[in-house]
């Protein structure tokens, strides 16, 4: 694609008109105006063209994939390939999404004398987590006289995919990661003698009767104890609701903070972290109406990828969850008795309903703990000395009321096992990795 320069639209006012004019005016001289026309027309039309071929000889690479991290700047390499030891300077822009943010709307770009591969980066910064795509790159260099602006582009479409941001939970975190019973590191001192069996041995003096193995004792003719150890290896899942209540912003008014889901998938993505640590297998399951994603527990470097590819396009959907789904799930696939953290929001009275009768099915066999970002300042009534109107002391009871239907929630599930957090933005992924380090600790699986 060819577009005319200032300078061509300049030459064209300075000699069309005026030649076509004294062609009309004055016979004489037209011929000699068209001559000269003509051989303007025809030097147009030449450094077009060379201009067009010049553009031929460079090529524009770019990546097929890019992974990137929310809020952080990252950069973008272009590849220009030249053919010809020529040096050109290229104007070159690409086609963001919003959601992708460059450093400059267009670059400006130099390439030098010289036949080859030539590396270029632009910055790039994406607001938001999720799968987008750069749709080609644009790029355009004027011709020989500087009549035309040359314009190529480059159809290749870029997938980005941009990874939830860690940064902001790590000095929240950071402490927790120490609290690992591995050597060299700070021992988390576990309560209790095991679950797991490990051997029989000889009676000692201060064994208690309930570790005695009479049938062993009874075949041997003595007394025998029965050995338990620390279970190393267990199962954690974290269930994140999707569903239309996690699309509320964590600070109303302001949705650069994110969403109820955003905060969930961070703290899934520490959890993970801080399980990988405990030497715990590791798994993930998100659902709104139906299962959207389950990942089954594993460890190591390619399941915890496998876990953040699972979370980082997942988005609210304007549907109810359905935990009685859920329930019939979690009790047809996992067989062995797991520690499952369920991340939603229930101050719904319908939520929180259905949620308890899948409670009732879930918790005869597995641990359960619920984690819950608090929306608003929830407390009892009159513990706010801010109230001075009419208005106040309504909003005040209206915090009073959810608070306490909360607190109902609260009492009832923890007589079936299940125990209900309530946790502020900032504290969100520090409390449930501590929940989560608290449950291993004291070996309640």
Known sequence: MIVPRSSLILLAALTFIPFLGLAVSLPIFFWPAIVLLGAIMLVVALDASMGIKRLKTVQVHL???LRWIQDRTAKLELIFETRVP????LRVGLAFPPELTPQEEELTVDLPAQAGKHHVLCDCLPTRRGLF??????YEMASPLGLWDIRGRKAQSVEVRAYPNLESERKYVASLF???NRVGLRAMRQVGQGREFEKLREYVPGDGYDTIHWKATARRGRPITKVYQVEKTQEVYVIIDASRLSARLQAPGDPSKGTHLDRYIAATLVLGLAAEKQGDLFGLLTFGDRVFNFVRARNGKEHYSACREALYRLEPQSVAPDFEEIASFIRLRLRRRALLVFMTDLDDPIIMESFQRAADIICRKHLVLVQMLQTGKLRPVFTNPDVATVDDLYQDLAQHLAWHDLRQ???SLQQH????????????SAETTSNYLRVKQRQLL
């Open 63 to 65: 990546p097929a994939k």
């Open 417 to 428: 096992g299940v125990t209900l957090s309530l946790l502020a933005r900032e504290e969100f």
């Open 409 to 411: 929630l609260s009492l």
């Open 86 to 89: 020529r040096s050109l300077r």
């Open 178 to 180: 120490l609290r690992t």
């Open 133 to 138: 795509r750069i749709e080609g790159c644009y």
